[in-house]
């Protein structure tokens, strides 16, 4: 009896042990890359940290993205462009820029910013990574802030005779963390912009004080001029040319005999 109870149990083992792993336990599904690209900040596409980008474009478009940074993160853009075989005529200036939300440009610390592609390269490859993140600044700094960035990327020097030749440009977004140790504060609203130009942003109306009802019931005097340094010297130049005509008058005009 024993040894029958013992089997059950190593029965009842197995199968337990034999149960597939649930679903949660299997391997994150990769981030779908993205395929489009932006030409204006308005049109910007939105990507995030290690999603993979891969566009097709041709020589001489301007190419722009957006994501969201925190504070603490310290961004950092890889971009690799992979020139055309044939049809080249020339060396190629290339740059890869970063802005926030109020259209700051950042300062890049790291990367290959603006490479030049000789006329046989078979590809240039760029990189910006911007200062940390921080959790507030001064107004008149230009520290970069939690909030949207905008990337922009494209050729400004390249022959006039190359321009529309296709080309396939990739991107990766990384953001580690950093040190916010050193902050000691907190940003009271992200620099996020309004996309949404033409509208018409509307209020709370303002209630009307006691003192701006009491003006308004009271006799006004908005009528009269306000007095300054013009009216008197326009008045006093009126009375000095009156009494000079009425002096002239009696200088000019003949005595009646009696």
């Not at 994150?28 to 993979?52: C, E, R, Y």
């Not at 926030?100 to 603006?114: H, I, M, P, W």
Request: glycine share 10%.
């Amino acid at each position: 009896m024993r040894i029958k109870h013992l089997a059950l149990a190593g029965a009842a083992i197995f199968g337990i042990a034999a149960v597939p792993a649930p679903a949660f336990a299997d391997d994150p599904q990769p981030i779908a890359p993205v395929k489009t690209a932006g030409t204006s900040f308005l049109t910007a596409v939105a990507i995030t940290a290690n999603q993979p980008v891969e566009v097709g474009a041709v020589t001489g478009d301007y190419l722009y993205w957006q994501f969201t940074a925190e504070a603490g993160q310290r961004p950092d853009l890889a971009a690799s462009v992979t020139l055309p075989a044939d049809g080249r005529t020339g060396d190629e200036s290339w740059i890869i820029e970063v802005f926030d939300g109020l259209r700051r440009r950042q300062a890049c610390v790291a990367g290959e910013q603006s490479p030049v592609a000789a006329r046989d390269a078979a590809q240039v490859t760029l990189g910006c990574r911007i200062r940390q993140v921080r959790s507030w600044a001064e107004p008149q700094d230009g520290d970069p802030l939690p909030g949207t960035y905008y990337v922009r990327l494209s050729s400004t020097k390249v022959p006039e005779a190359d321009l529309g030749l296709p080309l396939k440009v990739r991107l990766t977004l990384t953001a580690e963390k950093g040190d916010l140790d050193a902050d000691q504060g907190e940003l009271a609203k992200p620099l996020v912009p309004n996309n949404q130009p033409g509208t018409v942003l509307t209020g709370p109306a303002p209630s009307a004080s006691p003192s701006a009802e009491v003006e308004e019931s009271s006799f006004s005097m908005d009528w009269l001029p306000d007095f300054s340094g013009r009216w008197f010297w326009t008045a006093g130049g009126g009375i000095l040319a009156a009494l000079t005509g009425l002096f002239g008058f009696s200088l000019t005009r003949r005595r009646r005999r009696a």
